[in-house]
């Protein structure tokens, strides 16, 4: 029993200091390297003397040569296990720093369109905008008409005439961009937040890049804030975004962000899940899309 005990903790050392090593090394290395080539190499360099310190320390134990046999295989598993899960999770980390320092590569999406349908959610603080007055005045026998003024919403129908009417649409899409009043409230939901947050716009309406301009400068001074594809910031990126997107989409935001657009009336639809494809992720992140239909 006494030997079996031995026999457990000379494996179990072996891995542990072996271990030790590797993750020291991993951690002067992979802050500086960006493959991890080098933090790779001390990985394979430790699995090895690890492996090889079991076999020569149960050897020198006298252990028979099943047991030598058994403390190599046991070592080798425990180890290259551990050593597995902190590649894995060294590579991901890696690949979120790349993607928040390194100059980005160019976006592989299709043109941006509209979706059949997408969720909208309204809120009772959003500004309306504008609307335009139509005054009518009509004249002759027959008309019935009487001077007055008409106010039309977005999309709606003007009848104009008693007889043989004619109609007119007004179908211009309202702009999202925040007034003074509304800018104030977004910023004032802001204060205290620091922290990383990407920004990209992603749509072909006139509004488009001017609100993801916006949301940009409302958001600097807060953490920070990384914005592509705006004026005055970085034109590419590795990041592949999504296709025919409809609204602001927030992936991943905290409170204060979800507050700011609550408090602002902006509307945003609350992604739970990171922004990007495969171990190419970012968070959090707001991507501006074309005005909801």
Request: glycine content about 10%; charged content about 15%; overall charge positive.
């Given at each position: 029993m006494r030997k079996f005990a031995k026999f457990v903790m000379l494996v179990v050392g072996s891995t542990i200091v072996a271990l030790v090593v590797c993750l020291f090394a991993a951690g002067v290395s992979s802050s500086g390297v960006n493959l991890l080539e080098l933090t790779h190499a001390f990985f394979w360099?430790?699995?090895i003397v690890g492996v090889a310190g079991a076999l020569i320390g149960t050897a020198l134990l006298r252990f028979s040569v099943w047991y030598v046999l058994l403390a190599g295989v046991t070592t080798a598993v425990l180890l290259g296990g551990m050593l597995y899960w902190?590649?894995?999770y060294l590579t991901k980390k890696r690949v979120e720093l790349d993607a928040s320092n390194h100059p980005p590569q160019p976006i592989n999406t299709p043109a941006p369109g509209l979706p059949k349908r997408v969720?909208?959610?309204k809120s009772h603080d959003a500004k309306t905008?504008?609307?335009p007055t139509v005054t009518i005045r009509q004249h002759g026998a027959g008309s019935g008409a009487v001077g007055g003024n008409i106010t039309t919403g977005p999309c709606s129908s003007v009848q104009v005439g008693g007889q043989?009417?004619?109609s007119s649409v007004n179908c211009v899409p309202a702009s999202r961009i925040l007034d003074d009043e509304h800018v104030d409230k977004f910023k004032a939901a802001l204060e205290g937040r620091r922290g990383t947050l990407f920004i990209f716009p992603d749509?072909?309406?006139a509004?488009?890049?001017?609100?993801?301009?916006?949301?940009c400068d409302l958001f600097r001074g807060h953490g920070a804030t990384n914005c592509i594809g705006v004026p005055g910031s970085a034109t590419?990126?590795?990041?592949?975004l999504p296709t025919k997107v409809n609204g602001v989409h927030c992936y991943l935001t905290d409170e204060n962000i979800r507050r700011a657009f609550r408090d602002s009336g902006l509307d945003c639809i609350y992604e739970n899940q990171r922004l990007g494809e495969g171990g190419n992720t970012v968070a959090p992140a707001i991507v501006v899309g074309n005005v909801g239909k």
């Amino acid at each position: 029993m006494r030997k079996f005990a031995k026999f457990v903790m000379l494996v179990v050392g072996s891995t542990i200091v072996a271990l030790v090593v590797c993750l020291f090394a991993a951690g002067v290395s992979s802050s500086g390297v960006n493959l991890l080539e080098l933090t790779h190499a001390f990985f394979w360099a430790c699995f090895i003397v690890g492996v090889a310190g079991a076999l020569i320390g149960t050897a020198l134990l006298r252990f028979s040569v099943w047991y030598v046999l058994l403390a190599g295989v046991t070592t080798a598993v425990l180890l290259g296990g551990m050593l597995y899960w902190t590649n894995a999770y060294l590579t991901k980390k890696r690949v979120e720093l790349d993607a928040s320092n390194h100059p980005p590569q160019p976006i592989n999406t299709p043109a941006p369109g509209l979706p059949k349908r997408v969720p909208i959610n309204k809120s009772h603080d959003a500004k309306t905008p504008s609307q335009p007055t139509v005054t009518i005045r009509q004249h002759g026998a027959g008309s019935g008409a009487v001077g007055g003024n008409i106010t039309t919403g977005p999309c709606s129908s003007v009848q104009v005439g008693g007889q043989s009417n004619q109609s007119s649409v007004n179908c211009v899409p309202a702009s999202r961009i925040l007034d003074d009043e509304h800018v104030d409230k977004f910023k004032a939901a802001l204060e205290g937040r620091r922290g990383t947050l990407f920004i990209f716009p992603d749509g072909t309406d006139a509004d488009v890049v001017p609100l993801a301009k916006q949301l940009c400068d409302l958001f600097r001074g807060h953490g920070a804030t990384n914005c592509i594809g705006v004026p005055g910031s970085a034109t590419q990126t590795s990041i592949t975004l999504p296709t025919k997107v409809n609204g602001v989409h927030c992936y991943l935001t905290d409170e204060n962000i979800r507050r700011a657009f609550r408090d602002s009336g902006l509307d945003c639809i609350y992604e739970n899940q990171r922004l990007g494809e495969g171990g190419n992720t970012v968070a959090p992140a707001i991507v501006v899309g074309n005005v909801g239909k």
